[in-house]
């Protein structure tokens, strides 16, 4: 089992960084893909990026490719999500999550555990 904690959220401007945090627990971390997810207000949540177990591939969506980059740690047992060149449509809460494939997943129910969300807000 896996348990995820995502921090590193806030307040920036557009054109401004952020870099997000995914801590794991379990020593089965690195036996998971993790992925990355945002549900903007009254929207559905929508995939961002994911990476395979080793960190060596990672995956993402065409809004964020470019800008966003993905990384993950396994003797930290930590993931990331830097983001640049952020736009006020960034604006959502973003989790982390963990899926056991090693096949790309983009989709949420192909992930078997998450975390509780990192509110991020990008003024124009």
């Known amino acids: 089992q896996v348990q995820l904690v995502e921090s590193g959220g806030g307040l920036v401007q557009t054109g401004g960084s952020l870099k997000l945090s995914c801590a794991a627990s379990g020593r089965t971390f690195r036996n998971y893909r993790v992925g990355w997810f945002r549900q903007a207000p009254g929207k559905e949540r929508e995939f961002v990026a994911t990476i395979n177990r080793s960190g060596s591939l990672p995956y993402y969506a065409g809004s964020v490719k470019g800008r966003f980059t993905v990384s993950r740690d396994n003797t930290e047992r930590t993931a990331s999500l830097r983001m640049n060149s952020l736009k006020p449509e960034d604006t959502a809460v973003y989790f982390c999550?963990?899926?056991?494939?090693?096949?790309?997943?983009?989709?949420?129910?192909?992930?078997?555990?998450w975390g509780q969300g990192t509110q991020v807000i990008v003024s124009s």
């Open positions: 999550a963990a899926g056991i494939s090693e096949r790309v997943l983009t989709y949420e129910d192909e992930y078997d555990y």
